[in-house]
T-cell receptor, first 113, second 113 residues
Framework: DAGVIQSPRHEVTEMGQEVTLRCKPISGHDYLFWYRQTMMRGLELLIY????????DSGMPEDRFSAKMPNASFSTLKIQPSEPRDSAVYFC???????????FGPGTRLTVT | GNSVTQMEGPVTLSEEAFLTINCTYT??????LFWYVQYPGEGLQLLLK?????DKGSNKGFEATYRKETTSFHLEKGSVQVSDSAVYFC????????????FGTGTRLQVTL
């Protein structure tokens, strides 16, 4: 298996633009997680899905952030409009139900200027 | 609330030195405990886990013992290598929380020749 796939790996955008991050989980995994990592706040869980349904979005910082999972093999995290404080590394992770290990993708490094 | 506290880094050691990275937790109930490792430019990977008190998790020469009496899960390795240089995250998961992990802030380890 190719592991969790994220795209793009790097994104540089200007303040006010829309940004869409993409994730393909490991086939057969029914949990998907979106995290944000910054120096100041460490690793934060933004939202997670089970069987494509959002279960907990309490970590989503504000209405500018939205996440979708239209099917078992694809998820997006959208920021609209983007702000410089959104600059971070965004990780997607997936997990099989009943297991312990979350498998992380390589991350998307977002820079908002 | 539930939280994980790790010793601040960076930790700098010479090759073959003994490593300890402290981790303590606060949780309601009896969590499962994890150590994840993040190598430069990559996502997190599960290093080891323990699911109940007095369990010892081990992998790649690293060990950690779940100590309920001291609410700790310290990571140890008898002889570190340059290739162990990474950021190490302690995490917990409460039973019945559908796989949501709470991470510590991470401890950077740098091993030099």
């Amino acid at each position: 298996d190719a592991g969790v796939i994220q795209s793009p790996r790097h994104e540089v955008t200007e303040m006010g633009q829309e940004v869409t991050l993409r994730c393909k989980p490991i086939s057969g995994h029914d949990y998907l997680f979106w995290y944000r990592q910054t120096m100041m706040r460490g690793l934060e869980l933004l939202i997670y899905f089970n069987n494509n349904v959002p279960i907990d979005d309490s970590g989503m910082p504000e209405d500018r952030f939205s996440a979708k999972m239209p099917n078992a093999s694809f998820s997006t995290l959208k920021i609209q409009p983007s702000e410089p404080r959104d600059s971070a590394v965004y990780f997607c992770a997936s997990m099989a139900g009943g297991q312990y290990e979350q498998y992380f993708g390589p991350g998307t490094r977002l820079t908002v200027t | 609330g539930n939280s994980v506290t790790q010793m601040e880094g960076p930790v700098t050691l010479s090759e073959e030195a003994f490593l300890t990275i402290n981790c303590t937790y606060t949780a309601t109930g009896y969590p499962s405990l994890f150590w994840y490792v993040q190598y430069p430019g990559e996502g997190l990977q599960l290093l080891l886990k323990a699911t109940k008190a007095d369990d010892k998790g081990s992998n790649k020469g690293f060990e950690a013992t779940y100590r309920k009496e001291t609410t700790s899960f310290h990571l140890e390795k008898g002889s570190v290598q340059v290739s162990d240089s990474a950021v190490y995250f302690c995490a917990l998961r409460l039973p019945g929380t559908a796989s949501k992990l709470t991470f510590g802030t991470g401890t950077r380890l740098q091993v030099t020749l």
